[in-house]
């Protein structure tokens, strides 16, 4: 369920201006009021795009890795 919650963040960040904004501004915030877990969330602010994407692996509904890179 938890990677579910990762990648559907992830899109709705790359899709939604205002949450981007909100954000940019409160990382974690962000992430946690959206679900995201404590380990996914390090994932992010570390840019471990290579954890990030075995962890979406086989899900159909990831984003491509690349876009993360923009969300430090």
């Known amino acids: 369920m938890s990677k579910q919650i990762l990648a559907d963040f992830l899109k709705k ?3 939604d201006p205002a949450l981007m ?3 940019k501004k409160d990382p974690r ?5 959206h ?3 404590g ?4 994932m992010i ?3 471990d795009n290579d954890g990030l ?3 979406l692996d086989g899900n159909p509904d990831s984003v491509p890795t690349t ?3 923009s969300f430090k």
């Open 39 to 42: 380990k996914h969330q390090d």
């Open 45 to 47: 602010m570390s840019s």
């Open 35 to 37: 679900g995201v877990d």
């Open 21 to 23: 904004e909100r954000y």
């Open 13 to 15: 960040l790359a899709q």
């Open 53 to 55: 994407q075995r962890e």
């Open 67 to 69: 876009t993360i890179r």
């Open 29 to 33: 915030g962000v992430m946690t009021k």
